[in-house]
T-cell receptor, first 113, second 109 residues
Framework: DGGITQSPKYLFRKEGQNVTLSCEQN?????MYWYRQDPGQGLRLIYY???????QKGDIAEGYSVSREKKESFPLTVTSAQKNPTAFYLC????????????FGQGTRLTVV | RKEVEQDPGPFNVPEGATVAFNCTYS??????FFWYRQDCRKEPKLLMS???SGNEDGRFTAQLNRASQYISLLIRDSKLSDSATYLC??????????FGKGTTLSVSS
């Protein structure tokens, strides 16, 4: 099936550890995005990429890093510099064209223990 | 910076009611507009794209007013299953999707 896959669904991290969240898509979409959602809040943009080997910071990039070495993959690393990492992380893709919808993965719920 | 603003909600309505959500956006260069639905602890899913001419899908009607930079969603004959958070989304080609904070709808019997 075509789609976007995030893994893992649930992730627990000890303070001070870096963790990497996976996002893979087989929709042949150029654009990929990472959002963070806190309880009762909207989606805030962390990073996005419009093309392979290029990405841009979003509104809350501090404490996060990404790479876009392949079109299909856009992993997000939550570093120890991110002071409040507990959140719901959503990856999305779209074709990068006007009026095309975005598709979301099922999300990764990260908890710092 | 509040690029996309929505009615704060929550909206609590009985089954069968008609409810309207509003959304304003600040960037006049925005080109694409959507309404997404998000259920609790799930990912957002596309409800409708929004076009200048307006569009309707069953009980749902979306309108775009570019001059006022305003988007609306009307839900007629509300069902219990309509209970969710509705997200207004705005995009320009070549940039990221910008989400509103969402409006929560609760439909009761």
């Amino acid at each position: 099936d075509g789609g976007i896959t995030q893994s893992p669904k649930y992730l627990f991290r000890k303070e001070g550890q870096n963790v990497t969240l996976s996002c893979e898509q087989n929709l042949n979409h150029d654009a990929m995005y990472w959002y963070r959602q806190d309880p009762g809040q909207g989606l805030r943009l962390i990073y996005y990429s419009q093309i392979v080997n290029d990405f841009q910071k979003g509104d809350i990039a501090e404490g996060y890093s990404v790479s876009r070495e392949k079109k299909e993959s856009f992993p997000l690393t939550v570093t120890s510099a991110q002071k409040n990492p507990t959140a719901f992380y959503l990856c999305a893709t779209d074709a990068g064209l006007r009026n095309t919808e975005a598709f979301f993965g099922q999300g990764t719920r990260l908890t710092v223990v | 910076r509040k690029e996309v603003e929505q009615d704060p909600g929550p909206f609590n309505v009985p089954e069968g009611a008609t409810v309207a959500f509003n959304c304003t956006y600040s960037n006049s260069a925005s080109q694409s507009f959507f309404w997404y639905r998000q259920d609790c602890r799930k990912e957002p899913k596309l409800l409708m794209s929004v076009y200048s001419s307006g569009n309707e899908d069953g009980r749902f009607t979306a309108q775009l007013n570019r001059a006022s930079q305003y988007i609306s969603l009307l839900i007629r004959d509300s069902k219990l299953s309509d209970s969710a958070t509705y997200l207004c989304v705005v995009n320009q080609a070549g940039t990221a999707l910008i989400f509103g904070k969402g409006t929560t709808l609760s439909v009761s019997s």
